[in-house]
């Protein structure tokens, strides 16, 4: 997996948040072992608050998985599309480009690697409301170079350039059930899936995915 961050905000966030200034984060990754079997991803989120909650608002993911576009919208709200995401290996480096929209991500590492714990809150809207969704990755982590190309007339096109980034390796990523916010501090356990018709995807409870 490759991240970077980028100090544009894009596109629109869901009703209900609000926000926050920071940068937004670009991810590319390849999960190798998954509930829902091997696939690709890129996402871009922004911060965003919900009441008394920082997080991250994922706006744009693609993924090369139907189960996973269809598991991913259902139980976190996540926006996930089905995209052409072709990987591949510079040396070190690596490479993931979303064919259909022309944007590549490009990570190259410059540093020694290191045991990294990457904390997550993502604030979603899902199709019966508004969820927080907690997680972590675990992995290899190398500070990276990171360059991201996109065509000029893409609504991502403010992304475009060089970016600081981390490159993390033997990534294992758990996602918990999503959890719908209650008051400036509580939340209490949303539903495992939103209500929607003729989507089935996974089993109950946490989510791990592994990969590179």
Same mark, same amino acid.
């Given at each position: 997996? /490759?991240?970077?961050? /980028? ?10 948040? #609000? ?8 991810? /590319?990754a390849r999960y ?79 540093? &020694? ?40 007339d893409d609504p ?5 350039? &060089? ?6 390796s033997g990534m294992?990523?758990?996602?918990? &059930?999503?959890? #719908? ?32």
């Amino acid at each position: 997996m /490759a991240m970077a961050s /980028a100090k544009t905000l894009v596109g629109e966030l869901p009703d209900g948040l #609000r926000r926050m200034p920071g940068p937004c984060v670009i991810t /590319a990754a390849r999960y190798d072992d998954s509930p829902v079997g091997p696939y690709r991803e890129l996402a871009v989120g922004q911060p965003a608050r919900l009441g008394a909650r920082l997080g991250v608002c994922i706006t744009t993911m693609a993924v090369t998985s139907v189960d996973s576009r269809l598991g991913g919208r259902v139980n976190w709200g996540f926006p996930k599309e089905l995209g052409t995401l072709i990987w591949y290996d510079e040396g070190d480096g690596r490479v993931l480009r979303w064919e259909e929209r022309g944007i590549i991500v490009r990570a190259t590492p410059v540093g &020694p690697a290191l045991p990294v714990l990457l904390p997550l809150r993502a604030l979603q809207r899902r199709s019966d409301g508004l969820v927080s969704v907690l997680g972590h990755a675990r992995g290899r982590g190398r500070v990276a170079k990171v360059d991201v190309t996109v065509p000029d007339d893409d609504p991502l096109a403010s992304l475009a350039g &060089p970016h600081r980034g981390l490159m993390v390796s033997g990534m294992r990523l758990v996602v918990s &059930p999503a959890r #719908r916010p209650v008051g400036l501090t509580a939340t209490l356990r949303a539903p495992l899936r939103a209500p929607e018709p003729a989507l089935t995807w996974g089993s109950q409870g946490h989510h791990t995915h592994t990969g590179d």
